[in-house]
């Protein structure tokens, strides 16, 4: 299997983090590829940013699926899902839609720890979007600048740790989802230290997709996931004027 993991966000560091704990989880024989934002901002946290966002995820996409088995949107929020789960003839997934997936077999209710405060309206807008609104406990997130996006782990691991055992304690989380790919392999660390399980959604991708991979479900061709039709386009990168060509006969 050929996994693509594509991070919409620009720091090379966040790629490096979603590479690590992709290449843990994944199984023996599973190639892991990961692909950095060509364009776009150091990292996601309002929804115009997961715009500019989506856009870059399509563009590495078009330019790149075609050598893979799936291919995983690496930021929470999954900016540009369902649009390529649309364009592309292989399974797509995202890390919120994969992290909620394995909260929802873990306990009832789940609360998202994240790296900002301005990151939450977002964020629940993407959990109302899955359809999972009534499982969210809370949303809590750190409430000072990030100066060094790929060190988040290390220098607020502490804190993010206090805002998880609040999750808890006062808002009945019966299941921590670590948001953001910053905060990529952070649970692996966790584990034992807080009193409920605790998901990264970079693994959770991982395995899902394998699944899907194996499952051969095959692709939509009628309905709302169906590919693109067909229309006069202009300004388009090669790339993607080739991908929407490729669905003409899908």
Not at 89 to 95: A, I, K, R
Not at 135 to 156: C, H, T, Y
Request: proline fraction near 5%; glycine fraction near 8%; aromatic fraction near 4%.
């Amino acid at each position: 299997m050929n996994i693509l993991l594509i991070n919409p966000n620009t720091s090379d560091s966040v790629s490096d983090l979603i590479r690590a704990e992709a290449e843990r989880s994944a199984s023996q024989g599973t190639q892991i590829e990961v692909i950095t934002a060509p364009f776009g901002v150091a990292y996601i946290e309002t929804r115009f940013e997961a715009l500019i966002g989506a856009y870059a995820a399509a563009e590495v996409a078009a330019k790149h699926h075609e050598r893979f088995n799936a291919v995983i949107v690496a930021a929470f929020g999954d900016p540009g899902l369902a649009g390529l789960r649309e364009a592309l003839s292989c399974p797509v997934t995202g890390l919120t839609e994969a992290a909620l997936a394995s909260a929802s077999l873990l306990g009832q209710r789940f609360s998202i720890v994240a790296i900002s405060q301005r990151i939450r309206a977002w964020y629940r807008e993407t959990v109302q979007h899955i359809g999972l609104e009534g499982r969210l406990a809370s949303i809590r997130g750190l409430d000072e600048p990030l100066a060094d996006i790929g060190n988040v782990q290390g220098n607020q691991g502490e804190r993010l740790i206090a805002l998880a055992e609040r999750c808890v304690d006062e808002d009945g989380a019966d299941v921590i989802v670590l948001a953001g790919a910053p905060l990529a392999g952070l649970a692996r660390s966790l584990r034992g230290r807080l009193p409920v399980p605790v998901v990264d959604g970079v693994s959770s991708a991982v395995r899902h997709v394998e699944s899907l991979i194996a499952l051969q479900p095959g692709k939509a061709v009628r309905g709302s996931f169906a590919p693109p039709p067909v229309k006069a386009n202009q300004g388009l990168s090669p790339a993607l004027e080739r991908l929407l060509a490729s669905r003409r006969h899908v």
